[in-house]
């Protein structure tokens, strides 16, 4: 996955309206009559291309008021307080090895530049969301996992690699963040080992015998990172679940995702005391969701450790 896009913003001035209907003519005015706007400021973030602005606040002096009907060259956002949508969880990018590496090359006045713009919630775009890889991905120096060469039982498990650059900056963003990060965390490859095919390259699928093997991965991966001061919030199962890639990357179908989710990776967080991390199915393009999820969350059994569904922006076929 190249990059995640959770949202983007126009730079556009906003004027807002409260503009209420007679009470006989609309019941759900009526029905939220307790609501008002009335005194309540607004606040304007603009990020624009021609610009420095980048979800910088550029105006916060403006107020809720009745407002007539605009014109038709006026940009308005008309706000009605009786209907609400999904939740915003964040909006962020991706910490991975390769950004951390080329991090830790910079001097440190770069570094707290860097930091400062990506992840202050005052002077910056305040990121409040991050991902991250288990063990090696296409951003990445090199293949390399947590285990040695065929240890099933995973008892040689230990994340040495990733504290000389990576967790130094996840670390450092959340303390810039605040100490809210929402961090999840994704694999692009079993252990070869794990694997029909032998290798964590050029997709191949892991085997159903590894199936709890890899289920506990996962459980030892967020113990490490929680260990070390950086809650994991959740984790996705496979990330480009449908993609062979000359780098790091593992085929399921959504009976195979679907499987390993119900007889191994929901019961075994759930056994391990971690039942409470949020499991994302799909994570790959946004062609193919229909079907994928249909068929994944048809079984109850499978439907009920799913928190989410994650899709990436750069492919549709409408």
Not at 7 to 24: H, I, R, V
Not at 127 to 134: C, D, G, H, S, V
Not at 233 to 242: A, D, I
Request: proline share 4%; charged share 25%.
């Amino acid at each position: 996955m190249k990059k995640i896009w959770l949202a983007s913003l126009a730079g556009f001035l906003f004027a807002c309206t409260d503009n209420k209907q007679p009470e006989e003519k609309t019941t759900t005015i009526a029905a939220n009559a307790n609501y008002s706007l009335d005194g309540k400021k607004v606040n304007v973030y603009t990020t624009a291309d021609s610009s420095n602005y980048r979800l910088s606040l550029t105006d916060s002096s403006l107020q809720f008021a009745d407002f007539g009907q605009p014109m038709e060259t006026q940009v308005c956002v008309f706000v009605d307080p009786t209907k609400t949508f999904q939740t915003m969880l964040g909006i962020g990018g991706a910490i991975t090895d390769a950004s951390a590496e080329t991090f830790a090359k910079l001097p440190k006045d770069k570094q707290e530049e860097i930091l400062k713009a990506y992840y202050d919630p005052t002077n910056g775009i305040g990121y409040t969301l991050a991902r991250t890889n288990i063990h090696s991905c296409d951003f990445s120096s090199g293949s390399y996992t947590y285990v040695k060469e065929g240890d099933k039982e995973l008892n040689s498990f230990n994340i040495d690699h990733d504290r000389q650059f990576r967790i130094p900056l996840i670390k450092q963003a959340i303390a810039k963040a605040g100490g809210k990060l929402t961090m999840f965390a994704s694999p692009w490859s079993p252990p070869g080992f794990m694997k029909d095919s032998t290798h964590m390259l050029q997709g191949g699928k892991l085997k159903p015998e590894f199936y709890d093997s890899w289920a506990n991965y996962f459980s030892k991966f967020i113990k490490a990172y929680e260990k070390e001061g950086i809650p994991i919030w959740g984790v996705s199962v496979q990330n480009e679940p449908m993609a062979k890639q000359t780098w790091e990357s593992c085929i399921y179908t959504a009976e195979e995702e679907a499987n390993f989710l119900k007889s191994s990776l929901g019961p075994v967080l759930k056994k391990e005391g971690l039942g409470d991390k949020k499991i994302i199915i799909w994570d790959h393009n946004r062609d193919l969701i229909y079907q994928r999820v249909s068929t994944t969350l048809r079984d109850p059994e499978v439907a009920k450790y799913v928190w989410g569904i994650g899709f990436h922006w750069y492919e549709t076929w409408t």
